[in-house]
């Protein structure tokens, strides 16, 4: 519930949804107040049993709750499969990713969140790079892009910093943003890390126990996360020596 509330709810979409309230058409205004009044509802009551004086002051305050005195009357939330959305929710976790991807970037080589910066999309299907080009507002509005490129096959300009989110690779050119040295460190920390994911996976996978007994869809996902590490490690290491190259 906390993840939930703090992160998704408050972090995420709040932060998502200030491009329809302040500038979206008037449906998608209204489609957005209602989607944050809904969940927010909803959440209050879910978290009136753990946090019950705050959640009965917000829950006062919200229209469309003086049918009941006070939320204690009101009913706990249901499960509703109609408000279900797996294959618009997996796009959006694509889509957070991307953005998460830029920001560690910004993060790591300690740029402020306050300047804009260029970032390029290169995308592994036809499928992501429309995904990314349908939140393209989005992206450049959470992560503080000033240039935004999404294509396909882009070749990772020499002086980028990159990072990998599924089939999206992230490139965002460090001319006049960091030292070299401090990136070197940074991918050879983060190679390290992914090392370590190898090695896990790898050891699971070796152990005919896990294999025999696990359920094939396991063992197959188990196997998908291997080569996804084992192709994010290539690339890290591909960047790797481009930063050497380029400090000579």
């Not at 009941?68 to 009357?73: C, E, F, K, Y």
């Amino acid at each position: 519930m906390y993840q939930f509330t703090w992160s998704e709810f408050c972090d995420w979409y709040l932060e998502l949804s200030k491009k329809d309230l302040y500038e979206g058409e008037a449906q998608r205004k209204t489609t957005a107040r209602f989607v944050l009044w809904y969940t927010l509802e909803h959440l209050l009551r879910l978290l009136h049993p753990f946090m019950p004086f705050i959640t009965e002051e917000i829950w006062q305050a919200l229209p469309g709750t003086k049918q009941t005195a006070t939320i204690m009357l009101s009913s706990y939330p249901e499960a509703d499969p109609g408000c279900c959305y797996p294959e618009a929710a997996a796009n959006m976790e694509r889509v957070m990713a991307v953005i998460s991807g830029i920001r560690n970037i910004r993060g790591e080589m300690e740029v402020p969140p306050s300047r804009e910066i260029s970032v390029i999309l290169s995308c592994g299907s036809a499928e992501s790079l429309s995904l990314m080009q349908q939140n393209e507002k989005a992206i450049i509005s959470l992560a503080r892009v000033a240039d935004l490129v999404i294509a396909q096959g882009v070749e990772k300009p020499e002086d980028a910093s990159i990072q990998v989110a599924g089939d999206v690779q992230i490139y965002v050119p460090l001319k006049g943003l960091v030292d070299l040295e401090e990136e070197e460190r940074r991918l050879l920390k983060e190679i390290a890390r992914i090392e370590k994911e190898i090695e896990q996976f790898s050891k699971k996978l070796e152990n005919p126990s896990f294999v025999e007994r696990a359920p094939a869809d396991v063992v197959v996902r188990e196997r998908e996360k291997l080569a996804e590490v084992t192709n994010k490690k290539l690339v890290l290491e591909a960047s790797l020596e481009k930063i050497r190259h380029l400090k000579g």
